[in-house]
Protein backbone atom coordinates (compact mmCIF):
# COMPACT_ATOMS: atom_id res chain seq x y z
CA UNK A 1 0.00 0.00 0.00
CA UNK A 2 1.16 3.50 -0.98
CA UNK A 3 1.60 5.58 1.56
CA UNK A 4 0.02 9.34 1.00
CA UNK A 5 3.17 11.76 1.13
CA UNK A 6 3.19 14.51 3.77
CA UNK A 7 2.60 18.07 2.17
CA UNK A 8 6.26 20.14 1.69
CA UNK A 9 3.67 23.13 2.72
CA UNK A 10 3.49 22.30 5.87
CA UNK A 11 7.25 23.98 7.56
CA UNK A 12 8.64 20.71 9.20
CA UNK A 13 8.27 19.33 6.34
CA UNK A 14 9.67 22.08 4.24
CA UNK A 15 12.35 22.32 6.03
CA UNK A 16 13.11 18.85 6.65
CA UNK A 17 13.30 18.55 2.53
CA UNK A 18 14.94 21.77 1.60
CA UNK A 19 17.02 21.96 4.64
CA UNK A 20 18.88 18.69 5.13
CA UNK A 21 22.23 18.19 5.16
CA UNK A 22 22.12 14.97 4.23
CA UNK A 23 20.62 15.99 0.94
CA UNK A 24 22.00 19.27 -0.20
CA UNK A 25 21.61 18.86 -4.03
CA UNK A 26 17.41 19.15 -3.03
CA UNK A 27 18.47 22.57 -1.90
CA UNK A 28 21.34 23.61 -4.48
CA UNK A 29 18.67 22.64 -7.07
CA UNK A 30 15.63 24.19 -5.79
CA UNK A 31 17.52 27.73 -5.33
CA UNK A 32 19.50 27.64 -9.08
CA UNK A 33 15.57 26.72 -10.13
CA UNK A 34 14.02 29.87 -8.53
CA UNK A 35 17.51 32.43 -8.64
CA UNK A 36 18.23 31.20 -12.01
CA UNK A 37 22.18 32.91 -11.19
CA UNK A 38 24.61 33.33 -14.19
CA UNK A 39 27.04 31.02 -12.82
CA UNK A 40 24.98 28.10 -10.72
CA UNK A 41 25.32 27.52 -6.90
CA UNK A 42 27.33 24.33 -6.42
CA UNK A 43 27.42 23.56 -2.83
CA UNK A 44 25.70 25.14 0.29
CA UNK A 45 26.13 24.77 4.24
CA UNK A 46 23.71 25.15 6.20
CA UNK A 47 23.31 27.54 8.83
CA UNK A 48 20.17 26.96 11.01
CA UNK A 49 19.39 22.94 11.22
CA UNK A 50 18.14 22.25 15.06
CA UNK A 51 15.23 21.64 15.88
CA UNK A 52 13.15 20.86 18.99
CA UNK A 53 10.23 19.50 19.94
CA UNK A 54 9.31 22.94 21.82
CA UNK A 55 10.51 24.79 18.69
CA UNK A 56 7.95 22.22 16.71
CA UNK A 57 5.05 23.12 18.56
CA UNK A 58 5.23 26.69 19.30
CA UNK A 59 2.83 28.34 16.83
CA UNK A 60 4.75 31.43 16.58
CA UNK A 61 8.01 29.45 16.09
CA UNK A 62 9.45 30.17 12.09
CA UNK A 63 10.76 26.87 10.82
CA UNK A 64 13.03 29.00 7.48
CA UNK A 65 15.95 27.18 5.89
CA UNK A 66 19.21 29.69 6.24
CA UNK A 67 21.97 28.60 3.95
CA UNK A 68 25.27 30.11 2.41
CA UNK A 69 26.39 29.11 -1.08
CA UNK A 70 29.87 28.46 -2.36
CA UNK A 71 29.92 31.99 -3.59
CA UNK A 72 29.23 33.38 0.53
CA UNK A 73 25.70 34.47 -0.87
CA UNK A 74 23.62 33.93 2.22
CA UNK A 75 20.00 32.86 1.18
CA UNK A 76 16.79 32.43 3.47
CA UNK A 77 13.81 30.57 2.52
CA UNK A 78 10.76 30.27 4.33
CA UNK A 79 7.60 28.69 3.70
CA UNK A 80 4.59 30.33 5.17
CA UNK A 81 0.96 29.12 4.49
CA UNK A 82 -1.15 32.01 7.03
CA UNK A 83 -1.74 35.43 5.35
CA UNK A 84 -0.72 37.41 8.39
CA UNK A 85 -0.90 40.80 6.32
CA UNK A 86 2.65 41.35 7.08
CA UNK A 87 4.18 39.78 4.90
CA UNK A 88 6.20 42.15 2.49
CA UNK A 89 7.32 44.36 5.56
CA UNK A 90 7.88 40.63 7.30
CA UNK A 91 10.58 39.46 4.38
CA UNK A 92 12.23 42.53 4.60
CA UNK A 93 12.99 42.68 8.15
CA UNK A 94 14.05 38.77 8.20
CA UNK A 95 16.59 39.99 4.91
CA UNK A 96 17.78 42.71 7.20
CA UNK A 97 18.48 40.53 10.23
CA UNK A 98 20.47 38.26 7.66
CA UNK A 99 22.16 40.66 5.88
CA UNK A 100 23.30 42.71 8.97
CA UNK A 101 24.25 39.44 10.98
CA UNK A 102 26.92 38.73 8.75
CA UNK A 103 28.76 41.78 9.78
CA UNK A 104 29.37 41.29 13.31
CA UNK A 105 31.39 44.84 13.65
CA UNK A 106 34.42 42.69 12.42
CA UNK A 107 33.78 43.02 8.60
CA UNK A 108 33.88 46.07 6.45
CA UNK A 109 30.52 47.27 4.52
CA UNK A 110 32.11 46.35 1.55
CA UNK A 111 31.97 43.06 2.73
CA UNK A 112 28.83 42.18 3.16
CA UNK A 113 27.53 39.44 1.53
CA UNK A 114 24.96 39.15 -1.12
CA UNK A 115 21.37 38.45 0.56
CA UNK A 116 18.46 36.94 -0.90
CA UNK A 117 15.22 36.23 0.09
CA UNK A 118 12.99 33.23 -0.91
CA UNK A 119 9.17 33.30 0.17
CA UNK A 120 7.20 30.12 -0.62
CA UNK A 121 3.75 31.23 0.13
CA UNK A 122 0.17 29.04 0.50
CA UNK A 123 -2.03 32.68 -0.44
CA UNK A 124 -1.86 35.32 -3.16
CA UNK A 125 -0.17 38.34 -2.30
CA UNK A 126 1.00 40.54 -5.21
CA UNK A 127 -0.60 42.21 -7.84
CA UNK A 128 1.48 40.27 -10.17
CA UNK A 129 -0.08 37.56 -12.53
CA UNK A 130 2.88 35.51 -12.22
CA UNK A 131 3.52 32.89 -9.60
CA UNK A 132 7.27 33.76 -9.21
CA UNK A 133 8.41 37.82 -8.73
CA UNK A 134 11.45 38.56 -7.90
CA UNK A 135 12.43 42.35 -6.90
CA UNK A 136 15.61 44.20 -6.54
CA UNK A 137 16.86 48.00 -5.83
CA UNK A 138 17.24 49.65 -9.31
CA UNK A 139 16.67 53.45 -10.04
CA UNK A 140 12.82 54.05 -11.00
CA UNK A 141 13.75 56.31 -13.98
CA UNK A 142 16.59 54.62 -15.37
CA UNK A 143 16.22 51.00 -14.39
CA UNK A 144 20.01 50.98 -13.62
CA UNK A 145 20.47 48.62 -11.05
CA UNK A 146 21.69 50.08 -7.28
CA UNK A 147 23.14 47.03 -6.16
CA UNK A 148 22.01 43.07 -6.11
CA UNK A 149 22.86 42.86 -2.65
CA UNK A 150 19.66 43.06 -2.02
CA UNK A 151 17.12 40.63 -4.07
CA UNK A 152 13.67 39.24 -2.56
CA UNK A 153 11.95 36.48 -4.11
CA UNK A 154 7.82 35.47 -3.68
CA UNK A 155 6.54 32.43 -5.04
CA UNK A 156 2.62 32.15 -4.55
CA UNK A 157 2.00 28.56 -4.66
CA UNK A 158 -1.60 29.12 -5.68
CA UNK A 159 -0.58 31.15 -8.63
CA UNK A 160 1.27 28.32 -10.25
CA UNK A 161 -1.80 26.73 -12.58
CA UNK A 162 0.10 24.97 -15.88
CA UNK A 163 3.20 22.71 -15.26
CA UNK A 164 6.19 24.19 -17.41
CA UNK A 165 8.59 20.76 -17.91
CA UNK A 166 11.28 23.46 -19.13
CA UNK A 167 11.49 25.34 -16.12
CA UNK A 168 12.40 23.46 -12.53
CA UNK A 169 10.91 25.75 -10.93
CA UNK A 170 7.90 25.15 -11.98
CA UNK A 171 8.44 21.72 -11.24
CA UNK A 172 9.37 22.40 -7.53
CA UNK A 173 6.46 24.46 -7.06
CA UNK A 174 4.06 21.89 -8.25
CA UNK A 175 5.20 19.58 -6.13
CA UNK A 176 5.86 21.78 -3.07
CA UNK A 177 2.13 22.37 -4.10
CA UNK A 178 0.97 18.52 -4.25
CA UNK A 179 3.58 16.25 -4.52
CA UNK A 180 1.04 13.06 -4.42
CA UNK A 181 -0.69 14.93 -7.86
CA UNK A 182 -0.11 11.85 -10.92
CA UNK A 183 1.72 14.98 -13.12
CA UNK A 184 4.00 15.85 -10.42
CA UNK A 185 4.99 12.15 -10.02
CA UNK A 186 5.94 12.09 -13.98
CA UNK A 187 8.13 15.12 -13.65
CA UNK A 188 10.64 12.89 -11.41
CA UNK A 189 12.40 11.18 -14.46
CA UNK A 190 12.99 14.54 -15.46
CA UNK A 191 14.50 16.29 -12.66
CA UNK A 192 16.84 13.97 -10.83
CA UNK A 193 16.82 15.92 -7.80
CA UNK A 194 12.77 15.95 -7.34
CA UNK A 195 13.17 12.29 -7.48
CA UNK A 196 15.73 12.51 -4.78
CA UNK A 197 13.38 15.06 -2.36
CA UNK A 198 10.04 12.62 -2.85
CA UNK A 199 12.61 8.99 -1.68
CA UNK A 200 13.23 11.47 1.01
CA UNK A 201 9.46 12.77 1.83
CA UNK A 202 8.63 9.20 1.57
CA UNK A 203 10.84 8.38 4.40
CA UNK A 204 9.58 11.11 6.53
CA UNK A 205 6.19 10.31 5.64
CA UNK A 206 6.72 6.60 6.72
CA UNK A 207 8.32 7.59 9.84
CA UNK A 208 6.35 7.13 13.17
CA UNK A 209 8.52 10.50 15.26
CA UNK A 210 8.44 12.35 11.69
CA UNK A 211 4.60 11.69 11.73
CA UNK A 212 4.15 13.02 15.25
CA UNK A 213 6.40 15.61 14.46
CA UNK A 214 4.63 16.60 11.18
CA UNK A 215 0.82 16.79 13.66
CA UNK A 216 2.00 18.75 16.04
CA UNK A 217 3.54 21.12 13.73
CA UNK A 218 0.00 20.96 11.88
CA UNK A 219 -1.69 21.41 15.27
CA UNK A 220 0.53 24.40 16.25
CA UNK A 221 -0.46 25.94 12.69
CA UNK A 222 -3.81 25.38 12.98
CA UNK A 223 -3.82 27.25 16.67
CA UNK A 224 -2.31 30.21 15.18
CA UNK A 225 -4.25 30.06 11.97
CA UNK A 226 -7.71 29.91 13.80
CA UNK A 227 -6.49 32.52 16.35
CA UNK A 228 -6.16 35.06 13.04
CA UNK A 229 -9.09 33.87 11.90
CA UNK A 230 -10.86 35.20 15.03
CA UNK A 231 -8.85 38.43 15.50
CA UNK A 232 -10.21 39.09 12.09
CA UNK A 233 -13.75 37.98 12.67
CA UNK A 234 -13.69 40.34 15.78
CA UNK A 235 -12.15 43.24 13.83
CA UNK A 236 -15.13 43.22 11.45
CA UNK A 237 -17.46 42.75 13.80
CA UNK A 238 -16.13 45.33 15.24
CA UNK A 239 -16.15 47.64 12.12
CA UNK A 240 -19.68 46.49 11.51
CA UNK A 241 -21.07 48.12 15.25
CA UNK A 242 -19.06 51.31 14.52
CA UNK A 243 -20.39 51.77 11.31
CA UNK A 244 -24.13 51.13 12.55
CA UNK A 245 -23.46 53.51 15.17
CA UNK A 246 -22.04 55.57 12.78
CA UNK A 247 -25.13 55.64 10.44
CA UNK A 248 -27.74 55.79 13.36
CA UNK A 249 -25.75 59.48 14.50
CA UNK A 250 -25.50 60.39 10.90
CA UNK A 251 -29.35 59.44 10.20
CA UNK A 252 -30.32 61.36 13.27
CA UNK A 253 -27.79 64.83 12.45
CA UNK A 254 -29.60 64.55 8.91
CA UNK A 255 -33.49 64.44 10.11
CA UNK A 256 -32.80 67.11 12.63
CA UNK A 257 -31.62 69.44 9.17
CA UNK A 258 -34.30 68.44 7.08
CA UNK A 259 -36.65 69.49 10.30
CA UNK A 260 -35.13 72.80 10.61
CA UNK A 261 -34.88 73.22 7.24
CA UNK A 262 -38.64 72.94 6.85
CA UNK A 263 -39.26 75.10 9.82
CA UNK A 264 -37.61 77.75 8.20
CA UNK A 265 -39.61 77.39 4.86
CA UNK A 266 -42.98 78.00 6.66
CA UNK A 267 -41.58 80.60 8.61
CA UNK A 268 -40.44 82.46 5.64
CA UNK A 269 -43.98 81.57 4.22
CA UNK A 270 -45.46 83.55 7.06
CA UNK A 271 -43.30 86.41 6.31
CA UNK A 272 -40.96 86.55 9.27
CA UNK A 273 -37.56 87.54 9.03
CA UNK A 274 -34.44 86.32 8.70
CA UNK A 275 -32.68 87.01 12.00
CA UNK A 276 -36.00 85.55 13.58
CA UNK A 277 -35.91 82.85 11.87
CA UNK A 278 -31.91 82.25 12.49
CA UNK A 279 -32.88 82.54 16.13
CA UNK A 280 -35.55 79.89 16.06
CA UNK A 281 -33.69 77.71 14.00
CA UNK A 282 -29.89 78.04 14.27
CA UNK A 283 -29.62 77.80 10.23
CA UNK A 284 -27.68 80.31 8.69
CA UNK A 285 -28.31 83.05 6.79
CA UNK A 286 -26.95 82.03 3.57
CA UNK A 287 -29.08 78.67 4.33
CA UNK A 288 -32.27 79.99 4.69
CA UNK A 289 -31.78 82.48 1.43
CA UNK A 290 -31.60 79.50 -0.61
CA UNK A 291 -34.86 78.61 0.24
CA UNK A 292 -36.53 81.26 -1.01
Known amino acids: MCTKLFEPKVDYVFK ?17 ACIKPESPIVSVQLKNTELSKEYIEDSFSRLDVLAKT ?28 AFSGEYGGKSRYSELPRTICINVIDFNLLLEENYHNKYILKNTKTSNILTDTMEIHFIELPKMKEIDTKDALSMWTAFI ?62 GMAQGIAQGIAQGMAQGEKLAKLEIAKTSLQNGLSFDIITQITGLTIEEIEKLK
Open 16 to 32: NLFGSEKHPRILISFLN
Open 70 to 97: DKGEIINIEMQRADEKNMIKRSLYYWSK
Open 177 to 238: NDPNDDKVIELESMLEELHEARIELARISRDPKEAENYRLRQNAMNERMNALLEAEDKGVAK
